[in-house]
């Protein structure tokens, strides 16, 4: 659905993004990560086709961005939540989105009962005759998502969607895009919040300028952590931390707070055989599990030794 | 590009510009002073001119001789008939003087008629249909039928009264615009507008519209109240309808779209530096200049209330538009806006 290949943009000769590459395909939710400043707004701008690219080029439902022919047609098939709601506050959530449906050229029957079934999904069909001045932050948010599946876009980018939402309008906002990928649609986030992304993205590119990691938050975590089995034992003796590392598949051994960590290529095969070599040893062995990496991990990693 | 696109955009800012309380103030208030106000303020001296015209004199003339195709120089002639004669540098008192030609002459209660007077002094005079330049003094007399002096005055009072109300076509675009451009750029709602599949020239052409048809809107609005209200209020001492004049036509069909535009346009090409709509308001304000000066030379007598000089300054404005036009196009793009707008 979204194939960027080398793509690049600079402004005054300073490189926002470089040489950027990644797929994204049909249906699927994709998260881009990075700190401020890494190329993230502008990468979706060069993709929604409101900024030239100044190297590499991306295609979009198989148009190429940024040329005569298809920008429009891009721009028609696309919803872009920017950072900022940019909502025209003295018009009612209903005049907002039925004037960017009329811009989408969405008919008549169509967009009312467009607007009526977006409204009602993000629980804000009780106030759509009321000036968007009196929203709440949380509620502008939802209405400026609204209007970016107002034309029932196949592609949608959301540059921070959740920021600044409190827990509960974050969860609606999250459930929204979670029904709006079932139904298919390729959603492409910008994000800070680790946890969302986690959570809502089937993968993600660590970008810092360029893509410094892409693959599913679990395989990034394998990726660049590698896999730790933990043996919680009812009591610790020194002596079985020698036994595993007695092991030739066993790796980095550490005893941690009463628990033997392991690093392992294929835990699923050799985990059998730590507990059978700890057994006839004489350990009590309470638990064996997989050590969890956060994104949070995987994301200091890459970004915390190679930020700008 | 696609009409209804930007009458979509049109529509949006309309809806827009009637919620807000300061730009409906102004679309009010401007109108209301320059068409109501101002020709009212002005019906006042011209009908006093008029008035003055109508002042009774009692002149007896004893006329014991008459001139008739002469040529008159340093005389001094009391209580005669003179038709036809060239009269210069003379001194006429008494005495009734038709078809003539007077050229730095004094004359005292006397009947001057359908001649053609220049450079003279005419003291309690009762006067017929005259040819009179700007060079006479005339004091305590009575003008009947034509004034061409008096007649110059009324019209630059009006054509002058014209220049202000074309100052409704380039005041309300500065406040409206201001909203229009900046206004979007400050409160970010520009981008996903830019998102949509309308191109920059449609949304160009749909921001530019509404401000272009509400200030015009306003302004031919105005004209006809104006024009209503001087005819009205005038026409009892003037004997005529004096609007609209071909003067008035001309500025109101030519210059004041063509001062619409070039305020509206340069409105964009100041949003494009500055992030407040106050301050683009008062940036944009200097676009009242040119139409003050224009004010100023044509009250000063620099410029005459004629046809030309505005058919000349109004198409001066329509080419300055063209300019303006393709450079705010310049501006007015997706990359210009989202990258190097202030």
């Keep these: 659905m979204i194939e960027i290949v080398g793509l690049g943009r600079t402004f005054d000769g300073k490189a926002a993004v470089e040489d950027l590459n990644l797929t994204v395909?049909?249906?699927?939710?994709?998260?881009?990560?990075?700190?401020?400043?890494?190329?993230?707004?502008?990468t979706i701008r060069m993709l929604a086709c409101l900024i030239k690219q100044t190297s590499g080029t991306a295609f979009v439902n198989g148009l190429e961005i940024n040329t005569s022919s298809d920008s429009q047609k891009i721009r028609g098939i696309v919803g872009v939540l920017p950072e900022s709601p940019g909502l025209y506050e003295s018009l009612s959530a209903n005049r907002n989105l039925d004037f960017f449906a009329q811009l989408y050229g969405v008919p008549k029957d169509k967009r009312e009962k467009r607007i009526e079934e977006l409204l009602?999904?993000?629980?804000?069909?009780d106030r759509r005759d009321e000036p968007v001045a009196t929203y709440?932050?949380?509620?502008?948010?939802?209405?400026?998502?609204?209007?970016?599946?107002?034309?029932?876009?196949?592609?949608?980018?959301?540059?921070?969607?959740?920021?600044?939402?409190?827990?509960?309008?974050?969860?609606?906002?999250?459930e929204f895009i979670v029904a709006l990928k079932k139904e298919?649609?390729?959603?492409?986030?910008?994000?800070?919040?680790?946890?969302?992304?986690?959570?809502?993205c089937d993968r993600i590119a660590v970008m810092n300028r360029t893509a410094l990691a892409i693959g599913s938050p679990k395989d990034l975590a394998r990726r660049y952590w590698g896999r730790t089995t933990v043996v919680e034992l009812a009591?610790?003796?020194?002596a079985y931390g020698d036994v595993v590392r007695g092991l030739d598949f066993a790796s980095n051994v550490r005893i941690d707070d009463g628990r033997i960590l392991v690093d392992l290529d294929d835990p699923e095969i050799r985990n059998p055989v730590i507990v059978e070599k700890l057994t006839r040893a004489g350990a009590k062995i309470e638990y064996v599990t997989e050590l969890k990496r956060s994104l949070e991990d995987v994301y200091m990693k890459l970004i915390g030794g190679g930020s700008r | 590009m696609r009409i209804d696109r930007a009458v979509i955009v049109a529509k949006k800012d309309l809806s827009e510009f009637r919620k807000n309380r300061y730009i409906m103030m102004t679309i009010v208030m401007m109108p209301l002073i320059s068409s109501v106000i101002l020709p009212i303020v002005y019906v006042v001296p011209i009908n006093q001119l008029s008035r003055q015209s109508e002042a009774d004199l009692d002149l007896r003339f004893n006329t014991t001789y008459s001139l008739e195709n002469a040529t008159l120089m340093d005389a001094t002639i009391l209580d005669a008939r003179i038709e036809h004669v060239n009269i210069t540098n003379c001194v006429i008192r008494n005495s009734i003087v038709e078809n003539c030609t007077i050229l730095n002459s004094n004359f005292n209660e006397s009947r001057i008629a359908y001649s053609s007077?220049?450079?003279?002094?005419l003291e309690r005079c009762y006067l017929v249909n005259l040819t009179l330049d700007v060079g006479n003094t005339v004091r305590s007399s009575q003008y009947a039928g034509g004034s061409h002096e008096l007649d110059q005055l009324k019209t630059l009072m009006f054509n002058v009264l014209l220049i202000l109300l074309i100052m409704i076509p380039v005041t309300i675009p500065t406040v409206t615009a201001s909203y229009s451009f900046v206004g979007e750029k400050v409160n970010k709602s520009l981008e996903p507008l830019l998102a949509?599949?309308?191109?920059?020239?449609?949304?160009?052409?749909?921001?530019?519209?509404s401000i272009f048809a509400l200030s015009m809107g306003a302004t031919w609005l105005s004209f006809v109240v104006a024009v209503v209200l001087v005819d009205v209020l005038t026409e009892p001492s003037l004997g005529y309808y004096p609007l609209p004049n071909t003067y008035w036509i001309v500025g109101i069909l030519l210059l004041a779209p063509g001062m619409c535009l070039m305020s509206i346009l340069a409105n964009v090409i100041i949003s494009s530096r500055v992030n407040d709509v106050r301050v683009s308001q008062q940036i944009g304000g200097v676009l009242i200049l040119p139409v003050l000066l224009f004010f100023f030379f044509s009250l000063a007598g620099v410029l005459s209330t004629a046809l030309l000089p505005m058919l000349v300054f109004s198409l001066g404005v329509l080419v300055v538009d063209a300019g303006i036009v393709l450079l705010s196009l310049r501006v007015f793009n997706r990359e210009e806006i989202l990258v190097n707008w202030k």
């Design chain 1, 25 to 42: 395909e049909k249906g699927e939710v994709f998260g881009l990560l990075g700190p401020n400043g890494a190329g993230k707004t502008t």
């Design chain 1, 136 to 174: 709440s932050k949380g509620m502008k948010q939802k209405i400026a998502i609204a209007r970016a599946f107002v034309h029932d876009p196949q592609v949608v980018f959301l540059d921070e969607p959740t920021a600044g939402l409190d827990p509960q309008a974050s969860l609606t906002v999250r």
């Design chain 1, 120 to 125: 009602k999904m993000l629980d804000l069909w």
């Design chain 1, 235 to 238: 009591s610790l003796d020194p």
């Design chain 2, 117 to 121: 007077v220049k450079n003279s002094m």
């Design chain 1, 184 to 200: 298919g649609r390729t959603v492409f986030i910008n994000s800070h919040h680790l946890d969302e992304v986690e959570r809502l």
């Design chain 2, 196 to 209: 949509t599949p309308t191109t920059d020239l449609e949304l160009l052409a749909g921001k530019s519209g």
